[in-house]
T-cell receptor, first 109, second 115 residues
């Protein structure tokens, strides 16, 4: 079967760094996406990894290890507006996105 | 430019009724996806259109659900004989391409409540 695992909830402090992990088992792999979703809003694209390694984009970075079926999203210099759910999604052999349940990130002052 | 739009934003209906949910994708996007999302869950795939045809409808839960995209742009998701378990946020997304790096752009969703 296909499975995406990520922690249900995490808490971090404003100004700190947080790492959100995602592990996956899918039929085929054509890249991994991270999306941000604020409560009551639609998901918005953050990053895409298809090769192993780290992709950096401002305060956000995403890492992929295909051999381990593992990715993480790293958020630096946390701001209160970063409080949201972070969704990991894998593009499978048919280029369909298989979604994790999301990690709710709570930022405390 | 205009993003993906969905109407209505909220729909309250009674059990057994018929509902239609509309999605207007980004102009020029050939791929269109329907998902539904329950609280605390990720999007659950329903159906995917490439142009006018349903390329993959394996996520539709049963034959009460049907979707069309007659001119390859606007899509309508139709639910017959609604049940309380159909209550969820229905998300539409479009993508300019299929294949690698098929970033999907989401609409704001339609919150469906079946009483």
């Amino acid at each position: 079967g296909q499975n995406i695992d990520q922690p249900t909830e995490m808490t971090a402090t404003e100004g700190a760094i947080v790492q959100i992990n995602c592990t996956y088992q899918t039929s085929g792999f054509n890249g991994l996406f991270w999306y941000q979703q604020h409560a009551g809003e639609a998901p918005t694209f953050l990053s895409y990894n298809v090769l192993d390694g780290l992709e950096e984009k401002g305060r956000f970075s995403s890492f992929l290890s295909r051999s381990k079926g593992y990715s993480y999203l790293l958020l630096k210099e946390l701001q209160m507006k970063d409080s949201a759910s972070y969704l990991c999604a894998v593009s499978d052999s048919n280029y369909q996105l298989i979604w994790g349940a999301g990690t709710k990130l709570i930022i405390k002052p | 430019g205009a993003g993906v739009s969905q109407t209505p934003s909220n729909k309250v209906t009674e059990k057994g009724k018929y509902v239609e949910l509309r999605c207007d994708p980004i102009s020029g996007h050939t791929a269109l996806y329907w998902y539904r999302q329950s609280l605390g869950q990720g999007p659950e795939f329903l159906i995917y259109f490439q142009g006018t045809g349903a390329a993959d409808d394996s996520g539709l839960p049963n034959d009460r659900f049907f979707a069309v995209r007659p001119e390859g742009s606007v899509s309508t998701l139709k639910i017959q004989r609604t049940e309380r378990g159909d209550s969820a946020v229905y998300l539409c997304a479009s993508s300019p391409r299929t294949g690698p790096y098929n970033e999907q752009f989401f609409g704001p969703g339609t919150r469906l409540t079946v009483l």
